[in-house]
């Protein structure tokens, strides 16, 4: 277990940003139940979600300091927050399908599929939880998405359906667990969905036009 407590490069949790904002958000919680809690709706609300974040600087002490980030931006934060709170934390990765991708978005993609979409696994109270921040809850409220909520005992993943009813979310691979951002095999996936030139622009940051 001390392998998911320990920092990375990415997964900086003794950045001195990092250890701050996790006893901050921490403090005055005794039960590491609420201790997660407080550090995911951090992350899910107050890291805003932006797809069109460039890859680069991946780490976490980085993604706090900006204020947004895409799916593993995210994940990587919460895990970094959790280590920094003595918490066990790892990353998850898996392939979903998005039946609502914005139009500009999908234009760049020219798939519905979100390749190794990243998200958080905590270890509360003897087993894994999986925590996924990705999708804030302004922009949950602006497109009608049921927003991931957690307890900290419960699975927190995406929802298949929106308010609607309609499909929304469908995990269709799962490339497993992993204590730091499997860098080669999430840049094999994402060229192979999208192709080596949008990888290539998506480290600087995805430029749309109308």
Known sequence: MER???????IDSDSEVIKAKAKSLTEGKDEIIEKAKSIFYFVRDEIKYNPYTPIFPLNASATLERGYGFCVHKAVLLAALARAEQIPAR??????RNHFVPEKLAKLMRTDIFACHGYTELYLEGKWVKATPAFDLKMCQENRIIP???????????????????LHIEYVKEYGTYEDVPLEECFKAWVQAYGHDFVEMWKTGLKVTD
């Open 148 to 166: 991931v909520e957690f307890d900290g005992k419960n699975h927190a993943i995406f929802h298949p359906y929106n308010l609607d009813g309609e």
């Open 91 to 96: 990353l998850g990765f898996a392939d979903v």
């Open 4 to 10: 998911y407590l320990k920092p990375t490069p990415i």
